[in-house]
């Protein structure tokens, strides 16, 4: 087998707090889909037959039992329930499944929304016999968000395919700092900020072996890749040195040295018999061999195009639902929903299973949960309801997020408001004599144009 | 060009008429070939439309061309006739001869390797069936090689060949942990096909490598013996290889030595010391063809290097490389200039690995090898493989250098190993060849891209060839590990190989 697919939902969803405090971040609806649907959607695609599903027990009771939550997946889902109290990182949660790991893992993030040709990551980390293979994407607009304290500066290649370097700015006190023997092995560097992390990892099993050794890190993104991508330059990685010293030598950096994670590979000696007679260099230039001998590589995919989400806060949850459609091949109303003749649909707008919507409604550019009631002369537009929802007659929502079995009394009018779980909005209420149970969305970017 | 088949048909018809109307009486094989080819045409219209979508010529009323497309024409209905007969073909391309009845043609019926007709589309089906056929069945679900497409326009002279892009690679079709393929396999393809691994003894040697991993994690299915089901289970992963990048002959020969290893274990071998003598022969033929090779080649070689010497190298050939620094390491001194050319520039590597070990070098395009032969004492040549009638396939350029040091009266030494000895028989270039990605050749100079748009402009074709043949008048000596023969023994040294080998 070559990859073992994990992913990894058990998150709190800490960005997201209004939406997640009573439904956890995994199994919030997108297009009417739980949020996990679309990475393993993307998974079965690929063709995947197994996941390794790392979550908390509520997500595993909602994903078995809740048939609003029902995932159609075909894949063998090997379920692995961890403790709900946050303190189990990503890295912590790998080394909680090593066992079941027998060969390379692809981890992807429960919150990640795209449609890139998995093949990409894949071949860098195949082709290239690469410890790590991740995959980022260009920022869309909405990412942008203004003054963001924490930008992440990584550093590629000429070819844009390795990656050199790789800080968070929390991390770096003094400034950027580059070590020389990286500038003199890849003397031209491109440093990019504007890049989303999509948190999809192919490591190799050395690494999740060193993981379950070195119980000191605790978070894939935060800790282990900056790790590893430092480890590509430090001393001692050539390959003939690599037999003969047993000590660690490279003690500044907490005594762990590229042997432990250099796990030869089958008839390392031939491997090597292929190199030397391969006339490929990966850089040209100096005297060095290919890979400047170094056997630690990190590579990156880039998308530039196609849609690569992250929903990780609450203008990304908006804006994902808004590209919902693109990924579901279902037919926008869902054929058991009761729907009315004089009835405004817009084309981007997607109606659950279980609807009655009443005569004279007008929804556009919005979502509509599961078994919700929509009634008469109701305007919905650009927003989200979630299932369960009552929207009583001659309601005006405008860019709003309604969770799950909210009540809106008749006539009221709410305009870019989140109103949480099981609230009651009174009837001919206004957003603004509602803030108890309503919280303004300040957002007005995500929304857009009509 | 291509289409004229279609409208050159009925050009050619005319032309008949003609002939009958100025009184040249059509024979009875010329009336039974004009109705077959009528036949074929009409088949060939349906599919030659649905498998060229790139009709890039307009049909130009100038006679000379009309009698140029009429003769291809002619010549590919011949052809295609010619296989519909026998389901064999004859030679291909037959000189443009209309009249001469098809019984004269065939002294030898031999049969031309699918790779090279991809022109035909009856051939391209037989392929498609041929890949179907090689289903694995793995959980009882089948799934078949996939099948990379053309890439681009072709030029017509080499139109019969496969051309794939860099950019869309085979594991795109392919499921992502793969099952069908072992993943070492697959890896190798990718590598193969991104130029990762290149060069002949790297190619063998990675490929070995891989079948050794696939051997090992081999498990006989019950009621199947391994000689037998091993094979077939190579046969599809050959052909996904091949997919990848056309097999070389170096890689060809070791399959058939596996094979038949393979094939030779005796039914009473339990299933580890089978597997533990196949990594063995694998091992030994390695150590044997390979490395012992190359120690012996740079014994003989050194012999022929003295002090003083300029020797020019071309490309970057791992053989070449080694005896030059096994040399430069026995005390000789000499010097070394590197030609290279474009757009492989493979120079660079081998001037890397030379200057390395602190050989004095030049280094020159192919385009000055004229200029610095004057100064040249000897021509130091790898080989891709050795064709059977004395021709050397290799790089290509490495004609052209052999051509001038010719010319200059500087000997031209080869050095190949006998285990690239090829039991195949060219004169050119253009039957069999390799066309590599055609976007190599676009170049960036002040980030100006002339050749951007190169597919939309009408009548360019790009053609980028990775391989010729040079003839054995213009090799002095081929130093191999059975010593330095001259280039017309190749047939002895194959006969005696298959006399081993039964």
């Given at each position: 087998m070559e990859l073992q697919a994990v992913l990894m939902a058990a998150g709190g969803g800490s960005r997201m707090t209004d939406l997640t405090y009573n439904t956890p971040k995994p199994m919030l609806p997108v297009?009417?889909?739980p949020l996990m649907w679309y990475p393993l959607n993307l998974l079965e695609r690929v063709g995947f037959e197994e996941v390794i599903v790392i979550t908390t027990r509520e997500v595993h009771k909602m994903m078995s039992t809740d048939p609003k939550t029902k995932l159609d997946i075909k894949m063998k889902l090997d379920v692995v329930c961890i403790q709900e109290d946050g303190d189990m990182g990503t890295a912590d949660a790998l080394r909680h499944i090593h066992q079941k790991v027998k060969t390379d893992i692809l981890v992807v993030s429960c919150d990640l929304i795209t449609d890139v040709a998995?093949?990409?990551?894949?071949?860098?980390?195949?082709?290239?016999?690469?410890?790590?293979?991740?995959l980022m994407s260009k920022a869309h607009e909405f990412t942008e968000t203004v003054n963001v304290p924490q930008r992440d500066f990584v550093g590629v290649d000429q070819s844009g395919k390795r990656l050199l370097f790789m800080a968070n700015e929390a991390d770096l006190e003094d400034g950027l700092i580059v070590r020389r023997s990286i500038i003199r092995k890849h003397p031209r560097m491109h440093i990019k900020t504007g890049l989303v992390d999509a948190h999809l990892y192919c490591l190799k099993k050395a690494v999740v072996d060193f993981l379950a050794e070195n119980k000191s890190i605790s978070s894939i993104r935060g800790e282990l890749v900056p790790f590893l991508v430092r480890k590509q330059f430090s001393k001692m990685t050539s390959g003939q040195k690599r037999m003969d010293d047993t000590e660690t030598v490279d003690q500044k950096n907490d005594g762990l040295t590229n042997d432990d994670l250099f796990f030869p590979s089958r008839d390392e000696a031939l491997l090597q018999l292929a190199q030397e007679r391969s006339c490929w260099n990966d850089h040209r230039?100096?005297?060095?061999?290919?890979y400047h001998g170094g056997k630690l590589r990190?590579?990156?995919?880039?998308?530039?195009?196609?849609l690569c989400y992250r929903v990780n806060t609450l203008s990304a949850y908006i804006e994902a639902n808004r590209m919902a459609p693109k990924f579901i091949e279902e037919p926008a109303v869902h054929p058991s929903a009761v729907i009315s003749e004089r009835f405004q649909m817009g084309s981007d707008s997607m109606i659950g299973a279980g609807c009655h919507v009443a005569d004279k409604t007008s929804i556009k550019r919005s979502t509509i949960g599961i078994s919700t009631t929509v009634k008469e002369k109701v305007k919905v537009t650009n927003s989200i309801i979630m299932h369960g929802v009552t929207i009583e007659e001659g309601c005006n929502i405008q860019g709003s997020v309604i969770c799950s079995n909210a009540v809106i009394g008749r006539g009221a009018d709410l305009k870019y408001c989140l109103v949480g779980n099981g609230q009651r909005i009174e009837p001919e209420g206004d957003t603004y004599s509602n803030t108890k149970k309503s919280i303004l969305l300040e957002v007005s970017v995500t929304f857009g144009l009509v | 060009m291509a289409d004229s088949g279609v409208s050159g048909g009925a050009d050619k018809k005319d032309n008949i008429e003609r002939e009958k109307i100025e009184g040249k009486e059509l024979t009875k094989e010329e009336k039974q070939r004009l109705r077959k080819e009528k036949k074929q045409q009409k088949k060939g219209k349906e599919k030659k439309d649905a498998s060229l979508p790139q009709v890039s010529v307009a049909e130009t009323a100038a006679p000379a061309s009309q009698l140029k497309a009429e003769r291809r024409a002619r010549q590919e209905a011949e052809r295609t006739s010619k296989q519909s007969k026998k389901g064999d073909t004859g030679q291909p391309a037959t000189t443009s001869k209309p009249k001469i009845p098809p019984n004269e043609l065939q002294p030898v019926v031999k049969r031309l390797p699918e790779h090279i007709q991809v022109d035909d589309p009856d051939v391209l089906k037989k392929l498609a069936k041929k890949l179907e056929r090689q289903q694995t069945t793995e959980n009882s679900e089948i799934q078949k090689i996939p099948r990379r497409l053309d890439y681009g326009y072709k030029v017509s002279l080499f139109s019969h060949l496969l051309q794939y892009s860099r950019k869309a690679p085979l594991t795109q079709q392919l499921s992502i942990p793969s099952a069908v393929i072992h993943p070492a396999i697959v890896r190798l393809g990718l590598q193969y096909s991104q130029g990762i691994v290149a060069g002949s003894n790297a190619r063998s040697i990675a490929l070995l490598h891989a079948f050794k991993q696939v051997i090992s994690d081999?498990?006989?299915?019950?009621?199947e013996e391994l000689s037998r089901d091993l094979v077939n289970k190579l046969k599809p992963y050959i052909s996904f290889l091949n997919q990848c990048r056309p097999l070389s002959a170096s890689m060809g020969n070791a399959i058939k030595y596996i094979k038949k290893e393979i094939s030779n274990i005796p039914s009473q071998f339990k299933e580890d010391d089978a597997k533990k003598k196949l990594l063995n022969c694998i091992e030994c033929f390695i150590e044997e063809k390979i490395v012992l090779a190359a120690k012996a080649i740079a014994k003989s070689s050194i012999e022929k290097i003295n002090d003083g010497d300029v020797i020019l190298v071309y490309g970057c050939s791992s053989l070449v490389n080694h005896i030059l620094c096994e040399a430069f390491e026995k005390g000789r001194k000499f010097r070394v200039i590197v030609v290279d050319s474009r757009p492989r520039l493979e120079g660079r590597e081998a001037l890397r690995r030379l200057v390395q070990k602190g050989i004095s070098c030049t280094y020159v395009l192919i385009s000055a090898v004229s200029y610095i032969l004057p100064e040249v004492s000897k021509v130091f040549l790898g080989a891709h493989a050795l064709l059977a009638n004395g021709y050397v396939m290799s790089r290509v350029g490495t004609s052209q250098i052999a051509l001038v040091a010719k010319a200059f009266n500087v000997p031209v030494l080869v050095c190949c190993e006998t285990y690239k000895f090829c039991e195949r028989v060219q004169t050119d270039s253009f039957v069999s060849n390799e066309l590599d990605d055609p976007d190599d050749l676009i170049v960036t100079r002040k980030g100006e891209t002339q050749l951007k748009d190169?597919?939309?402009?009408?009548?360019?074709?790009?053609?980028?060839?990775?391989?010729?043949?040079?003839?054995?008048d213009f090799v002095d000596l081929v130093i191999t590990d059975l010593g330095m023969i001259p280039c017309t023994s190749v047939p002895v040294v194959l006969r005696v190989k298959n006399v081993d080998l039964l």
């Open positions: 297009g009417n889909k998995l093949h990409e990551v894949v071949d860098l980390f195949r082709a290239h016999n690469a410890t790590v293979a991740m230039g100096d005297m060095s061999e290919a990190c590579y990156v995919h880039i998308m530039d195009q196609g | 081999y498990t006989t299915p019950s009621n190169w597919q939309q402009v009408p009548r360019l074709g790009l053609l980028n060839l990775v391989y010729d043949v040079t003839p054995p």
